[in-house]
């Protein structure tokens, strides 16, 4: 198991680095380390004067590690299994990481719009999401559990669907994060704020909630289709089941995040939750286009080949 818990701390790193990064955004320490990048206010290590350089700094060294253990854990990946699918998992781990720090350094060094910065988090979760299908199948190569037969491709597309969707409903939310307009809303689970009152934000609330409401209809659809199928992946009928039962989870710190005003504990609280969402929801995604019995002849293949050049070069 020491490739499948070297992807799994990978995976973990980024899932902090998320969380440290909403820290940092809540705390309004982005600037903590001044207008430099990476050198915290001209140092390799600052004086730390007030807590916003502390959180800055914190954040810039988990992003570090985290893409140092990523690039370890890829490069193990990429040649002890070298599948087609595993590989394009691992370009997705590493494109999301350096899209992140990128996006990460430009909020230092340039003024974003918050249509922008809303891709932050999507883009933070590319990584993470796909860290955590690496890890997935190599605990299943691991384990020797081979599945035998392909989902069907009507849930495979379903799936795939409303991981889209979740993703539009993630900017959204990402872009009221940004816009700060998220003080406004009022009442749970409907609004009480006015449109008199509230302005613009009224209508972002009542499509940021429609946005949810549309997911926990889509996770119940997505549950009857597993069902359907769960005898040949009983495995996706679980996340499945995981799934609907985040969403929820998710609806109520929303609830949460109105009722305390947006309070730190509830804003990490409400993205660490949307963090397992996205993982669990893009396993399905890939597993259920998977055709496991290829998957494996093609390693066999590929085994067998490397065997033969070893014997021949012995020879």
């Not at 990429?78 to 998992?89: A, D, G, I, N, V």
């Not at 230092?108 to 932050?120: E, Q, R, Y």
């Not at 307009?181 to 499509?207: Q, S, Y």
Request: charged share 10%; with cysteine; hydrophobic share 55%.
């Amino acid at each position: 198991m020491r490739y499948f818990w070297l992807v799994f701390t990978a995976a973990v790193l980024i899932f902090l680095v998320n969380v440290i990064g909403f820290i940092d955004t809540m705390t309004n320490s982005a600037m903590g380390c001044g207008s430099g990048y990476p050198l915290c206010n001209g140092k390799v290590i600052p004086d730390f004067t007030n807590y916003h350089t502390v959180i800055e700094y914190t954040h810039r060294v988990v992003v570090g590690l985290a893409g140092i253990l990523l690039f370890i854990a890829s490069f193990f990946a990429w040649f002890c299994y070298p599948f087609r699918t595993m590989r394009w998992l691992i370009v997705f781990a590493v494109l999301g990481i350096l899209g992140e720090s990128t996006l990460g350094a430009l909020t230092v060094l340039l003024s974003l719009s918050p249509l922008l910065l809303a891709a932050h988090l999507g883009i933070a979760l590319i990584s993470f999401s796909a860290l955590v299908n690496i890890a997935y199948v190599i605990y299943f190569e691991e384990k020797q559990i081979h599945y035998q037969g392909k989902m069907s491709s009507s849930f495979s597309i379903f799936s795939w669907f409303s991981f889209v969707f979740l993703y539009l409903a993630l900017y959204f939310g990402g872009y009221v994060a940004k816009t700060a307009l998220g003080g406004a809303f009022r009442g749970f689970p409907f609004p009480t704020e006015t449109p008199a009152v509230a302005g613009a934000a009224f209508w972002v609330d009542v499509i940021h909630r429609l946005f949810a409401l549309c997911l926990i209809i889509l996770m119940v659809i997505l549950i009857r289709l597993a069902k359907k199928n769960q005898p040949y992946r009983p495995d996706i009928y679980r996340l499945s089941m995981i799934c609907f039962i985040l969403i929820l989870l998710q609806g109520l710190s929303g609830g949460l995040l109105i009722y305390t005003h947006l309070s730190l504990g509830s804003v990490l609280l409400h993205v660490s939750i949307l963090s397992l969402l996205v993982a669990a929801l893009s396993v399905i995604c890939v597993q259920s286009s998977l055709n496991w019995s290829l998957m494996w002849d093609t390693k066999k293949k590929i085994t067998r080949k490397n065997a033969n050049a070893i014997l021949h070069m012995e020879s």
